[in-house]
Structures are given as structure tokens and as C-alpha cells.
């Protein structure tokens, strides 16, 4: 069955190059109307200029190539780090198509040095893009999707929040923090027909272009991670999914449970902790719980079954 998107309207992030720009570039192919948003900013947040800059040059030039294939666009030069002008992008989309159906959360940037090297500043700069972007902007949508009883949203997480690289502990905080956004809005979403997912991408942009060595950047094209995007805003996309995608392989990630032990409180539970790490960390009948009142409820349960 393939995936369409007449009728509906989406808003991609940071959508004037990279992956932002294929993702905006496949749901306008297939039907989307799409706001193309981008300050034109530096791999690490520097330059950008706001509306009349190079930047938002580049979220036209999408427009642009969206236009010249027949499809409908409008472009935005909104930082995601400004609530004010994130409703206003909001606002502008609904003035023009009356809805908005797709958040894809994708404007990022990078700070990388070693915690012991790296300043505060550059600590929170990384974290006000990546998760107080992607806050500003879902908390924009969120109403009116709502009201539609329908929406799509994807944060853009990263292998780096989930299992960590060396020298990226802003991003990596910022990425996992995502990833807890998106497990608590998949729950307080889920009736009113609101989907949240994440997608871990990994793939050859200016991003990533000293990190990836030659011979495998050009497997690892943007283009290999947008059919995960499609799907995880597809009409009958799922929810609370960690979908990691590079080089056209697509696997899904979870934050699983292992059954554990119950210790009690006695005087030497320390002790017994110690000694259980091997049936703590056994991975055999490891769950997913649907919620952490879940998980705290499973410790209740062996607790008073002791
Ligand atoms: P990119 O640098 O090509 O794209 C990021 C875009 O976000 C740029 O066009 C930039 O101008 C824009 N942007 C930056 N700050 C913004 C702001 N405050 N408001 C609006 N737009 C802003 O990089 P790429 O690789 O396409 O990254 C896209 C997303 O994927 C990012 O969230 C990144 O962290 C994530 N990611 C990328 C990976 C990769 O392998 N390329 C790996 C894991 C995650």
C-alpha cells in the first residue's frame, strides 16, 4: 500500500539542506504541503540570520524545488529556539492550509568537545536547539492537532543520546531528552489520535562530513533514512517507536526492562545488590513497560508477592 499524503499539511525543521530538506522534499512528492523551515545556520548554530538572510534562501530553495515538481510549499525562517516566531510559523500555516498534520522535529546543531574542554555555554546552546526547539515547536502544534483529533510527530534522536560518542555529551543529553519527550507525549497523544516517534538517523551531511570516513558516504545518503521518516508519519504510523536508520538498513531501538531480583531493605541489601548483578542485568525475559508508573509497579508487585 503506498504511502500518501494528499490533504495533509506537515512543518519540517531545519529543512534547507541535510536530511530536513529529503524528508521535506519526499513529503511534498507525495502529496504533502509542506512549510520548509530553516534559519541558515552554521553546523554549530553560528550565522544564522533570520528572514532576508542566506538562510532562509536555503529553506526557499526547497520551496523552490518543491514548486518546480508541482507540489505546495511555503518556507520559514524561524529559529526553533524562538517560541515567539515558532507560533507565528505555526499561525502562517494554518492561515494558508488550515491545518497541520506532520511535525517532523529535524533543525540541529553541533557543539562537539570533550566535557572536561567544553563550556557551559555551548552545554545549553546545544540543548535549547535540540530539545527547547523541538518543545517550542510541538507545543505550537500540539493544540491544534488536538482539536483535529490527528497528528504526526518525529523527533530527530540520535545513536549518540542512545549509546553515546565520545565528545558529544551536550548532543547526546539533548538527544536522549527526546527520547523522554517522546515517551510521555506517545502516552498523553495516544487518544487524541496523536503519534509521537523518533527516528535516529545516520547519514553523510555537512554534519557529519569529518566524522564518516569517504568510502561510506556515499551509502550513506539522506535519501536512505526518508522512507523511515514517511512511514513514522504515515497515517498508520506507530507510536513510541525508536526507529534508527542509515544506509537504507532500518532498525528499531527500545528501553527494555530486565525482570530483576527483590532484595528488601535489610541491613546488608547493598550487599545483595553486588552480588545480583548477574541476575539484575540478566537479559532473558526482558519487557518494555507501556509507562514508568508501569515500571515502579512491577518492583511493587515482587515486592509484595516476597
Ligand atoms: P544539517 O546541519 O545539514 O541540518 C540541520 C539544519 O538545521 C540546518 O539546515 C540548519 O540551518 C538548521 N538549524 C540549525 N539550528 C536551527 C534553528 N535554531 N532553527 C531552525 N533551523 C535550524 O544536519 P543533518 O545531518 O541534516 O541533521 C538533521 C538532524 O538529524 C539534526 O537534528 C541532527 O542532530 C540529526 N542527526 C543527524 C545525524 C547524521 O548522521 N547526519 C545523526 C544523528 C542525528
Given at each position: 500500500m503506498s504511502i500518501r499524503f494528499e490533504g495533509r499539511v506537515a512543518i519540517v525543521t531545519?529543512?534547507?539542506?541535510g536530511l530536513g530538506r529529503q524528508h521535506a522534499l519526499a513529503l511534498a512528492a507525495r502529496g504533502a504541503k509542506v512549510?520548509?523551515?530553516?534559519?541558515?545556520?552554521?553546523?554549530?548554530?553560528?550565522?544564522a540570520g533570520g528572514a532576508g538572510n542566506g538562510t532562509v534562501s536555503a529553506a526557499q530553495k526547497v520551496v523552490d524545488e518543491i514548486r518546480a515538481a508541482g507540489g505546495e510549499a511555503i518556507a520559514n525562517g524561524a529559529s526553533v529556539t524562538d517560541s515567539g516566531a515558532v507560533q507565528a510559523m505555526v499561525d502562517a500555516a494554518l492561515t494558508e492550509w488550515?491545518?497541520?498534520?506532520i511535525l517532523v522535529n529535524n533543525a540541529g546543531i553541533l557543539r562537539d568537545k570533550s566535557f572536561a574542554k567544553m563550556d557551559l555555554a555551548d552545554f545549553r546552546q546545544v540543548m535549547d536547539v535540540h530539545l527547547m526547539g523541538a518543545v517550542n515547536c510541538t507545543k505550537a502544534v500540539w493544540e491544534t492537532m488536538r482539536a483535529q483529533s490527528y497528528g504526526r510527530i518525529v523527533m530527530t534522536t540520535s545513536s549518540t543520546g542512545l549509546y553515546g560518542n565520545f565528545g558529544q555529551s551536550n548532543y547526546g543529553a539533548a538527544k536522549m531528552a527526546l527520547v523522554g519527550l517522546m515517551q510521555t507525549l506517545a502516552l498523553e497523544g495516544a487518544k487524541h489520535g496523536i503519534r509521537v516517534n523518533c527516528l535516529a538517523p545516520t547519514a553523510a551531511t555537512r554534519m557529519t562530513e569529518n566524522l564518516i570516513p569517504e568510502a561510506a558516504l556515499r551509502l550513506l545518503v539522506p535519501e536512505a533514512v526518508t522512507p523511515g521518516l514517511l512511514a513514522l508519519v504515515a497515517d498508520d504510523a506507530p507510536t513510541r517507536t525508536i526507529l534508527c536508520a542509515g544506509a537504507g538498513g532500518f532498525e528499531q531501538a527500545h528501553v527494555t526492562l530486565t525482570r530483576g531480583i527483590h532484595v528488601g531493605i535489610a541491613g546488608d541489601a547493598a550487599e545483595r545488590v553486588q552480588s545480583g548483578w548477574a541476575e539484575i542485568g540478566d537479559r532473558d525475559g526482558e519487557t518494555v513497560p507501556e509507562s514508568g508508573a508501569a515500571q515502579g509497579m512491577l518492583e511493587l508487585e515482587k515486592a509484595m508477592s516476597n
Open positions: 531545519g529543512a534547507g539542506g512549510v520548509v523551515n530553516d534559519l541558515g545556520s552554521g553546523v554549530d548554530g553560528s550565522g488550515r491545518r497541520v498534520d
